[in-house]
Nanobody
Framework: QVQLVESGGGLVQAGGSLRLSCAAS????????MAWFRQGPGKEREFLAA????????YYADSVKGRFTISRDNARNAVYLQMNSLKPEDTAVYYC???????????????WGQGTQVTVSS
């Protein structure tokens, strides 16, 4: 079992950047495929990006490809989401998620953090 805590959210102007962090504790982090999701007001939860547990592959939703970058640091038990060229429609609560030995997938994650709010002003 792994516990996840997101940080780094906040208020940013359109066109700006933010870097979200997700700190993991508990089970061995390096065994988990990690992902980022978001849920905007009145919207369903949306997959954004995933990084394979081996660290050798990533996968992005089309909506963020080229603007967002997922990375992991197994030495720090952390996964990051670098977000550039932010738009007002990126406003949402952002969550990290984990699945032990999981594939690069948009679904079926077992562990979730509490989320961090990102607000992009126009």
């Amino acid at each position: 079992q792994v516990q996840l805590v997101e940080s780094g959210g906040g208020l940013v102007q359109a066109g700006g950047s933010l870097r979200l962090s997700c700190a993991a504790s508990g089970d061995s982090f390096r065994m988990y495929t990690m992902a980022w999701f978001r849920q905007g007001p009145g919207k369903e939860r949306e997959f954004l990006a995933a990084v394979f547990w081996t660290g050798t592959g990533t996968y992005y939703a089309d909506s963020v490809k080229g603007r967002f970058t997922i990375s992991r640091d197994n030495a720090r038990n952390a996964v990051y989401l670098q977000m550039n060229s932010l738009k007002p429609e990126d406003t949402a609560v952002y969550y990290c998620a984990a699945k032990k030995f999981g594939p690069l997938s948009t679904t079926l994650y077992d562990y979730w953090g509490q989320g961090t709010q990102v607000t992009v002003s126009s």
